[in-house]
């Protein structure tokens, strides 16, 4: 059997960051944040209790400060992203299923093809994939950990 290919599209975190699960801050339950009306604008939404709350891009001189995306909390409330786990000493997460999903299919690839980008300092969301998750030793371990936070998926 051929080994497995991935080719990085060269999509950056923000391509996954408009639907974020988090814990929801009135009852724990799975919450999404995402765009409200605007991009300075994120509502959270409980699934479960209906909770909401909205954010706004605080103003800095003539614009505004929007918040720079990673994980493992949401950057907006600042909540605990629902796809989250320990993974020996480091914290494993995903924004929402597409997230996982590329994830899934970055760590299953044995060939993994980098982005070809138009400078040094414009990085894939995969080429920042810190190196303890890029181990092959931990590929197996990984993805069941990518499985175990797919069923956890609301």
Known sequence: MPP????????????????ILVHCPACDGP???????????????CTNCAHTAT?????????HLLPHLSGP?????????????DFRGHTLWAYNAAHLTLLQQYLTAHLRERAHL????????????PAWLKAARHRTAL????HTLQSQLP
Not at 31 to 45: D, I, K
Not at 55 to 63: I, K, S
Not at 143 to 146: E, F, I, N
């Open 4 to 19: 497995t290919r991935f080719r990085d599209t060269g999509a950056r975190l923000s391509h996954v960051g408009d639907d």
């Open 31 to 45: 919450a999404t944040v995402r765009p409200h009306n605007t991009r300075l604008h994120r509502r959270l939404t």
């Open 55 to 63: 954010w706004t891009a605080p103003r800095h001189g003539a614009g």
């Open 73 to 85: 909390n949401d950057p907006y409330f600042n909540r605990p992203l629902w796809l989250r786990t």
């Open 118 to 129: 138009r400078s040094c300092c414009d990085m894939s969301m995969l080429e920042q994939l």
């Open 143 to 146: 993805l069941q950990a990518t």
